[in-house]
Each structure stands twice: as structure tokens, then as C-alpha cells.
T-cell receptor, first 113, second 114 residues
Framework: GAGVSQSPRYKVAKRGQDVALRCDPI?????LFWYQQALGQGPEFLTY????????KSGLPSDRFFAERPEGSVSTLKIQRTQQEDSAVYLC???????????FGSGTRLTVV | AQSVSQHNHHVILSEAASLELGCNYS??????LFWYVQYPGQHLQLLLK??????LVKGIKGFEAEFIKSKFSFNLRKPSVQWSDTAEYFC????????????FGQGTTLQVKP
């Protein structure tokens, strides 16, 4: 597609539920990033893929967060046993090479109740 | 640790006023610098970027930014704002030793009154 597509746009989860957030990057984009944006804050880095390889996961806040990109295109961010502090907008971005300027998706707004 | 600081959290201007949004970063090495804009209900979009060369960078929609290495700053400017510039603005830095991740500032909300 023409842009980065994320689904769902909105997700409400009960505390303790598992959620899966999907990102479809721009076709051919090698690099894929996930960011977390809390209300009133700038996006914070979670993890980075180059093709199917997860090269940096230093931003994942706990072992409840897991990301994958098995075929080097679509990526899924999974959050297990969601907690209220996980409520945020989760942004996906892709680029041809890291650092050259990214295209961001519209994000998934996760609300944990 | 790398960080980005945006001094103004909320700016209110009248149309045709001049704009300058401050951005300072802390990183000792070579950096790439970005300004992103997020219009209401839309995704983050790249306004402009600096990698090397002329420290005065021109972006879309009449925006420009100046990289001042000695001050670790990358301020965003526009001579005359329009109501349609109402949005949130984020400064971001990418360090050359990074894997490509961006470090963002907290953002500045710009409200332009017609």
C-alpha cells in the first residue's frame, strides 16, 4: 500500500488480557520500528527490525511485550497480561534504511480498563 | 543517555505571527535531526531533516530549521503561521551509532488563532 497501515485503530482491553497489534509497512521497506506514545509525551522507542531480524529490543518495557516480523514484512506487537500503564498509542514506522526518515502509521490507541 | 528537550509545551499564536520552536539535544557524536508534525487526527509526518551540509534546512509548508552544533540546537521556524499549522510538533534525533531509532522530544502543541 501507499502508507504504513496499523490495525486495529482502537483497542480496549480488560486488565490481564493479551493483545496483538498489527503493522503493515510500506512494501519493500527493510526497517521497521515500534514506538509507544503516552498521552502528552513524545513517542518512545520500543524495538527495531531489519527484515525479519530483531536487532534492537532495548525499549521494550517488560517481558510482557513481544514483537515479531517472521517474513520480513508484517509485524505484530504482542502485549501479554495488559496493565493500565500499557495504555498508550502504539506507532509503527518503516523506512528503506534506518535513520533516513521514516513513514509512520496512524497508530493503535490501546486503552486498558 | 541521549535526550531531546523541547522548551515550549504549548504555544498560542495569531495568524501571520512568526514562529520559533526550541529544540535542544544531548548527544556527543554525529547526529541526524528531524522535525515531525502531527495534525489533529493524523499520523506523524516529516517536516524536515538535517543530515549534513548547510545547517539551514528548508522543509515543507514554509518551515525551516537551523542546526547550531555549538548550542546542540535545532530550532524550527516559520515567518508567518497559518491556522492550518495548528498541530503538535516533535523534534527528534538519531545518533549515528544507533540502530536507527529516533529519540523524540515531548512535543509542542501549536494553536494558531484565525
Amino acid at each position: 500500500g501507499a502508507g504504513v497501515s496499523q490495525s486495529p485503530r482502537y483497542k480496549v482491553a480488560k486488565r490481564g488480557q493479551d493483545v496483538a497489534l498489527r503493522c503493515d509497512p510500506i512494501s519493500g521497506h527493510v526497517s521497521l520500528f515500534w514506538y509507544q506514545q503516552a498521552l502528552g509525551q513524545g513517542p518512545e522507542f520500543l524495538t527495531y527490525f531489519q527484515n525479519e531480524a530483531q536487532l534492537d529490543k532495548s525499549g521494550l518495557p517488560s517481558d510482557r511485550f513481544f514483537a515479531e516480523r517472521p517474513e520480513g514484512s508484517v509485524s505484530t506487537l504482542k502485549i501479554q497480561r495488559t496493565q493500565q500503564e500499557d495504555s498508550a498509542v502504539y506507532l509503527c514506522a518503516s523506512s528503506t534504511t534506518g535513520g533516513s526518515g521514516y513513514t509512520f502509521g496512524s497508530g493503535t490507541r490501546l486503552t486498558v480498563v | 543517555a541521549q535526550s531531546v528537550s523541547q522548551h515550549n509545551h504549548h504555544v498560542i499564536l495569531s495568524e501571520a505571527a512568526s514562529l520559533e520552536l526550541g529544540c535542544n539535544y544531548s548527544y556527543g557524536g554525529t547526529v541526524n535531526l528531524f522535525w515531525y508534525v502531527q495534525y489533529p487526527g493524523q499520523h506523524l509526518q516529516l517536516l524536515l531533516k538535517y543530515f549534513s551540509g548547510d545547517p539551514l534546512v528548508k522543509g515543507i509548508k514554509g518551515f525551516e530549521a537551523e542546526f547550531i552544533k555549538s548550542k546542540f540546537s535545532f530550532n524550527l521556524r516559520k515567518p508567518s503561521v497559518q491556522w492550518s499549522d495548528t498541530a503538535e510538533y516533535f523534534c527528534a534525533v538519531h545518533g549515528s551509532s544507533n540502530t536507527g531509532k529516533l529519540i523524540f522530544g515531548q512535543g509542542t502543541t501549536l494553536q494558531v488563532k484565525p
